[in-house]
């Protein structure tokens, strides 16, 4: 199983020459549309070549974080297996071997057969794949594209950072940097050239790195080759602040937006209320933006129940459920996803115990869309 382990110092080596080498473009930015005085949308010059696909798209693979939910989430790890393996390879995040063979011997007590799943064995204690995880431009190859992920909080901090350079040793990818500071929840692509974020994305980066919302724009462009960028006004209150809290593509020209009920939280209701509007004006090659509204359940000791933070999985998606707080909109959260996607299997994964810790299901994933033909 030693094949499995990337040894640290060669990764740190190998991220440092990615940086050193690495090249920043800027590409000629037009005017953005506004609502009010404040711009939502950017226009970026990109690359013609290469597109970051939409989660809902065929995807080889996906990677999970068996590491914590193994240890706090075993359930939900169960869950999640079940409703996927037959659809997906999955690539299992573990820090130690131990957790591996946890992780086999649950899957087994459930009669679920562990043989075919991937395991990656890296030094992290975190589950949150899609905030520190890669991203892929697609095009006549794959290339994982790796960004600085660098949280507040959190002693292992480095090794979160070194996860994509060292999986893309792993598992034979070409790698670049996109020299940007983002968590990959923060980062929704239609699959089309269109990618979302909060305004959370440009307080990083002009904290960090001193770009502004244009310079970040132009990095978007040359690195994911996005083309259009529209940044969305976080919920208030919330310490994570990403656009998967409240927002889902299920389509290039299709996207889920979360609703708050204005009497329960009329703050956050009018969030949502303008970020919807933003979107509605958005237009795709297909037309116009179609928006679709997902009523929230209310917050409740400060956790943010989302119906957004789903996983795809080629033909099954996987919806939060929070059973003990809203029965009655879990059903119709199952509902709205069967009525948009009538020919997906639509599975509940009931994610209590997950947003106690500020995340849900798409928090704990990150999509592959393909493999290079040295793993298959």
Known sequence: MSRFIVPILVCTLAAAICLTLGVSYEFGLRQGKKLGDRPTLISVDAP??????????????????????????????????????????????????????RVNAVLRSNDIDPEGILYFVWPSDLMWVQDYGPKFIVDDSVTMVDFDYRPEHGENADFENLFSVAF?????????????????GNLLSNGDGICLSTTTLISQNSNKRQLNHQEIASRLGASFRFNRWTYLEPLKGDPVGHVDTFATFVSPDHV???????E??????????????ILSRISTARGPLRVTRIKRPPNVEGHFHSYTNVIFANGV????????????????ALETYQSLLPTWQVVGIDATSLIKKRGALHCIYASVPRLPEANN
């Open 48 to 101: 013609k070549a290469g597109r970051v696909q939409g989660e809902f798209e065929h995807q080889d693979a996906m990677i999970l974080g068996f590491n914590e939910l193994i240890e706090y989430h075993s359930e939900t790890l169960v869950q999640i297996v079940r409703a996927t393996k037959s659809r997906i390879q999955i690539i299992g995040v573990v820090k130690t071997l131990d957790q591996k063979d």
């Open 168 to 184: 893309a040793a792993r598992f034979h990818f070409p790698y670049t940097h996109s020299h940007i500071t983002l968590e990959g």
């Open 256 to 262: 889920v937006v979360g609703a708050y009920d204005m």
């Open 264 to 277: 329960q939280d009329p703050v956050n209701a009018q969030i949502l209320d303008n970020n919807a509007e």
């Open 317 to 332: 998606v996987l919806v939060p459920q929070y059973p003990s707080i809203s029965p009655d909109l879990d059903r119709q």
